[in-house]
């Protein structure tokens, strides 16, 4: 049973560059989200789902997008990589109300 | 929305002593959750509270919902406890946090 897991740990991007942020639990858990956290502030959520098939904006949704085709896997992508997007990404997982993080990815946009 | 307050910002205690983590909430909640992050790490779910009292181990987490606050206590602190602290709050039946901007706990040997 790994949990949430989530890669890649570290990525370095160029601006206007795309990529992928991959995240997949193995505890059949219907709720996904992702958050970003900057210094100063707490994580703020990004996009969630709350099954395959259905997604929606959080509070920073701008810059990027989410699918969920399966209920183990919520990828999300960088269209156009921005400066503004350097940030520590997690993705978590929940059932009722215990909520599992993966282990974060460090991205910086240059 | 939710605003969600912790207090100190910044904490930094000799090995032993007591601690507490303070957080109040504006709006009802559903759930309060603690959460530890050890520098450069993931983030680990300690306890979710909706009422009352929990402990595990030198842990325990208190909730008053009158009051719209939770403490977080630590006995007998050690270096190991070094850590970012957050509380997160669930507002309503969905599954969406909102969370506090983190408590930074430094444990002196």
């Known amino acids: 049973n790994a949990g949430v897991t989530q890669t890649p740990k570290f990525q370095v991007l160029k601006t206007g560059q795309s990529m992928t942020l991959q995240c997949a639990q193995d505890?059949?858990?219907?709720?996904m989200s992702w958050y970003r956290q900057d210094p100063g502030m707490g994580l703020r959520l990004i996009h969630y789902?709350?099954?395959?098939?259905?997604?929606d904006q959080g509070e920073v949704p701008n810059g990027y997008n989410v699918s969920r085709s399966t209920t183990e896997d919520f990828p999300l992508r960088l269209l156009s990589a921005a400066p503004s997007q350097t940030s520590v990404y997690f993705c978590?997982?929940?059932?009722?109300?215990?909520?599992?993080f993966g282990e974060g990815s460090w991205l910086t946009v240059v | 929305k939710n605003e969600v307050e912790q207090s100190p910002q910044n904490l930094t205690a000799q090995e032993g002593e007591f601690i507490t983590i303070n957080c109040s909430y504006s709006v009802g909640i559903s759930a309060l959750h603690w959460l530890q992050q050890h520098p450069g790490g993931g983030i680990v779910s300690l306890f979710m509270l909706s009422s009352g009292k929990k402990k595990h181990g030198r842990l325990i987490a208190t909730i008053n919902i009158q009051e719209k606050h939770s403490s977080l206590h630590i006995t007998a602190s050690h270096p190991r406890d070094s850590a970012v602290y957050i509380c997160a709050v669930n507002s309503g039946s969905n599954y969406k946090l909102t969370f506090g901007k983190g408590t930074l706990l430094t444990v002196n040997p």
């Open positions: 789902s709350v099954g395959a098939g259905i997604t």
């Open positions: 505890m059949n858990h219907e709720y």
């Open positions: 978590a997982s929940s059932f009722g109300n215990t909520i599992y």
